[in-house]
């Protein structure tokens, strides 16, 4: 079992809709997540952090955290075209900041 | 502008020969590190640095050196390269050393060992 878990896609949403992707980790110890975006080539960038359980938003962005259940999600709003990008899963300890990270979801807006 | 720079960016190479591929921050970053990505396989650890004289072995450690002399520089060395360590690498730094640090990425660097 890979620690982060993502699916590859790719998800293929219409332009304005919801993109909903998903992750899930397997070390109970993580206490922080992030989310990167990547355009093919560039470096990744991240998007949003999220910390405590519940929900965090962040204009289009909204992050959810589950810890009991293991699984952190981000919901895009409004997808535009430029969202068109691979959406990396990171998940870290409080302690020594390793950075472990999905194989991410590659998401496809499409007009 | 705060950046994390990397050079070069493209390299080919053969297998054998010596090589280095730069890392510097000018954010006065405490922790860097170097990734490598691979399709497939995503984004894995390769070394990091918690501080200047401080550094340790990350997911993928084998064929790797590193040193932190200087804060803002963390170069990565390739003794003698292989072609399994043709890849996309990223170095990446922090402000601090907890797991709460946001980490910022390189521009990266494609490598092709021939």
């Known amino acids: 079992q890979k620690e982060v878990e993502q699916n590859s896609g790719p998800l293929s949403v219409p332009e304005g809709a919801i993109a909903s992707l998903n992750c899930t980790y397997s070390?109970?110890?993580?206490?922080?997540f992030f989310w990167y975006r990547q355009y093919s080539g560039k470096s990744p960038e991240l998007i949003m952090f999220i910390y405590s359980n519940g929900d965090k938003e962040d204009g289009r962005f909204t992050a959810q955290l589950n810890k009991a259940s293991q699984y952190v999600s981000l919901l895009i709003r409004d997808s535009q075209p430029s969202d068109s990008a691979t959406y990396l899963c990171?998940?870290?300890?409080?302690?020594?900041?390793?950075?472990?990270f999905g194989g991410g979801t590659r998401v496809l807006v499409k007009p | 502008e705060a950046q994390v720079t990397q050079n070069p960016r493209y390299l080919i190479t053969v297998t054998g020969k010596k090589l280095t591929v730069t890392c510097s921050q000018n954010m006065n970053h405490e922790y860097m590190s170097w990734y490598r990505q691979d399709p497939g396989l995503g984004l894995r650890q390769i070394y990091y640095?918690?501080?200047?004289?401080?550094?340790d072995k990350g997911d993928v450690p084998e064929g790797y050196k590193v040193s932190r002399k200087e804060k803002r520089n963390f170069p990565l060395i390739l003794e003698s390269p292989s072609p399994n360590q043709t890849s996309l690498y990223f170095c990446a730094s922090s402000f601090g050393t907890s797991g709460y640090n946001e980490q910022f990425f390189g521009p990266g660097t494609r490598l092709t060992v021939l």
């Open positions: 990171a998940v870290n300890k409080a302690a020594g900041n390793k950075l472990t």
């Open positions: 640095s918690m501080n200047v004289e401080v550094t």
């Open positions: 070390d109970r110890g993580s206490q922080s």
